[in-house]
């Protein structure tokens, strides 16, 4: 194919916004200022994470879908029809990438505000994710993956790296590695932040990528919380609990990061538990590969790993703190044994001098 050769086709961008704690859905559907529209969800769902789908006709041209989801995010869909040659679309995705992550930002923040008052520690926003998908209905001279690459693949890998300029071998390579065509007359390759399918069904898929990018979104957000506690944790395990925090009963209504960090433990552990089992793709095989790939290249499963080596490391400080105060607990009631002790002999001997 020729740069002559025109390609038609859809810019997909997934924008996904953490801006809190959780999302009342329920109350939002009860609110008749959000205006909620009835979507159907990909069969690869579980019913437990149903988003709400909101009405996005104040949001920016192409704007195809807003979506509010219970654990506090945020997304937002985009779609930007092209008819063009894949030399000219390597400049417009770049162009179309930096546009509409300014128009996400301000369609985010009229829908935030619309909705803050249902939003549990509402804040615009605390991470932002985004990814691009191009999807290709028409490609002249298809001769399969492998034709794909030599003959392509120079300006493939660069399109997905939104450069104007041709990468080097090693790195177009490494681009291209994750290429896989499913049917005889399709391909996929997914890369860090966007991927490009050849295929005219291509809408199923759609809502595996916007979670993906969410999913993405969440284990970031996570690791830089527990980031932050741990550290306000290991502040205060510098300084000596408060005597308070040595009495029984008293001492657990008294603010204590370590405790709080337990708390944290679980919400995350119940969170990312949900994210991992929203999809169910036993069985679907092409959900299943793609799934696997968009795993590899946003590097989902370390992202995990960092998460739970944190909350390992809370367990363990959890547990060394709680195994101090009960030592320090025992040797005060130990103390306060013998003082009672020696105050009884004592008043036995004033009475003992007084007959």
């Known amino acids: 194919m020729e740069s002559s050769n025109r390609i038609t086709g859809n810019i997909f961008l997934f924008h996904a ?15 008749h200022t959000v205006n909620l529209i009835t979507r159907p969800l990909a069969k690869y769902f579980k019913n437990y994470h149903i988003p709400l789908s909101v009405e996005h006709t ?21 779609r930007i029809p092209f008819s063009t040659t894949l030399e000219d679309l390597r400049k417009t995705v770049m162009q179309v990438e930096d546009e509409y ?34 999807q290709i209905s028409s490609l002249p001279q298809y001769g399969g993956i492998a034709q794909i690459k030599q003959e392509y693949g ?5 399109l997905l790296r939104f450069e104007t300029e041709i ?24 890369d860090i932040h966007a991927a490009l399918i050849w295929d005219e069904e291509y809408e199923e898929i759609l809502d595996l990528f916007e979670f993906a990018n969410m999913q993405h979104l969440e284990l970031q957000y ?52 949900r994210l991992e089992n929203s999809i169910k793709i036993t069985g679907e095989a092409y959900f299943s590969i793609l799934y696997r790939m968009l795993s590899q290249k946003l590097d989902l499963e370390n ?19 709680q195994h101090k105060l009960e030592v320090i607990r025992e040797d005060l009631l130990t ?10 002999l004592l008043m036995g001997l004033v009475n003992l001098y007084h007959q």
């Open 222 to 273: 996570f690791d830089r919380l527990l980031d932050t506690q741990l550290s306000i944790a290991y502040e205060q395990e510098k300084k000596s609990p408060p005597m308070t925090a040595y009495l029984p009963f008293i001492g657990g209504l008294v603010s204590d990061p370590v405790g709080d960090l337990n708390k944290l433990k679980v919400d995350i552990s119940v969170i990312t538990d």
């Open 17 to 31: 916004f953490d801006v809190g704690e959780e999302i009342d859905l329920d109350a939002i559907k009860h609110d």
């Open 335 to 344: 103390c306060s044994i013998i003082v009672l002790i020696i105050l009884e």
């Open 58 to 78: 104040a949001c920016a041209q192409h704007c195809e879908q807003a979506q509010l989801h219970n654990f506090g995010v945020i997304t937002l869909r985009y």
């Open 101 to 134: 992550t300014s128009y996400s930002l301000q369609d985010a923040g009229n829908l935030f505000q619309q909705v803050e008052s249902y939003i549990k520690q509402a804040r615009f926003f605390h991470i932002h994710n985004s990814y691009v998908l191009i």
């Open 154 to 158: 120079d300006i493939i890998a660069s």
């Open 303 to 321: 992202w995990r790993e960092s998460i739970d080596g944190k909350l390992a490391i809370i367990h363990d400080i959890g547990s060394i703190y």
């Open 167 to 190: 990468l080097s071998e090693h790195q177009k390579n490494e681009i291209l590695e994750g290429a896989f065509s499913y049917y005889q007359k399709d391909f996929v390759i997914i």
